[in-house]
């Protein structure tokens, strides 16, 4: 079965086409004073919060819409050790007191 073709953000019921999106997040982070943040610093807080919140990999990987779970290690390497240190921990905590 193919997967889903991949959905168009949306305002007012019509399909936002790429670059009025980037024309939209333009204009909104200079509204907050935010110049610095790009549009895709977004999508990588989002797979960080994902992750940090016990979401795994593969969750994270759908989320973002990666073809290949390695992209998204790759990608997310750097939180990976701390998340599963965390992980580690709670489970000798809960095993040992």
């Not at 997040?25 to 989002?46: E, M, Q």
């Not at 994270?60 to 390497?77: A, E, F």
């Amino acid at each position: 079965m193919a997967e889903p073709r991949a959905r168009l953000p949306v305002h007012d019921r019509n399909p936002i086409e790429p670059g009025n999106l980037s024309t939209r997040w333009r204009a909104t982070r200079k509204r907050a004073g935010l110049d610095w943040l790009r549009l895709h610093d977004l999508r990588h807080a989002c797979a960080s919060f994902l992750l940090a919140s016990g979401a795994s990999p593969r969750t994270v990987m759908k989320t973002l819409g990666h073809s290949q779970i390695g992209l998204t290690r790759n990608t997310c390497t750097h939180l990976l050790p701390d998340i599963e240190r965390a992980a580690v921990d709670a489970v000798a905590k809960k095993l040992f007191g």
